[in-house]
C-alpha cells in the first residue's frame, strides 16, 4: 500500500493536504509502542494491514481494513475511503 497506492496522485495529494499519516508497525520486535495500544481502535482482533482515519481527540472517523488479498484494493477504493472520511470529518460524524 504504502509503496503501491500512497504515491498514487488520487491517494498522495489527499494524504498531502488533508491527513497527518501516522503508522503503528505491530510486527517487529522493535517496535517502541506496543501492539496492545491498537487495542483501543481494533478490539481483540486485530487484522493488519488497518487504516483507521481519527479527529486530533482520537475518536475514531473512519476505518478500512483491506481485503485478504492486498493487491486486490485499487487506488480508487484508497482514495474513495479517504474522500468519505474527510466529508465524515466535515459534517461532524
Do not use: W
Not at 492486498?70 to 474522500?83: M, Q
Amino acid at each position: 500500500m504504502e509503496r503501491s497506492i500512497f504515491p498514487e496522485a488520487a491517494v498522495y495529494d489527499q494524504l498531502k493536504e488533508d491527513f497527518v499519516l501516522v503508522s503503528q508497525y505491530t510486527d517487529h520486535q522493535t517496535d517502541p509502542v506496543p501492539a496492545e495500544n491498537l487495542v483501543h481502535y481494533a478490539g481483540d482482533g486485530i487484522a493488519v494491514p488497518l487504516y483507521i482515519v481519527v479527529d486530533s481527540k482520537g475518536k475514531e472517523i473512519a476505518r478500512l481494513t483491506p481485503p485478504t488479498n492486498i493487491a486486490s484494493l485499487s487506488t480508487s477504493e484508497f482514495a474513495d475511503f479517504l474522500r468519505e472520511a474527510k466529508q465524515k470529518y466535515a459534517s461532524g460524524g
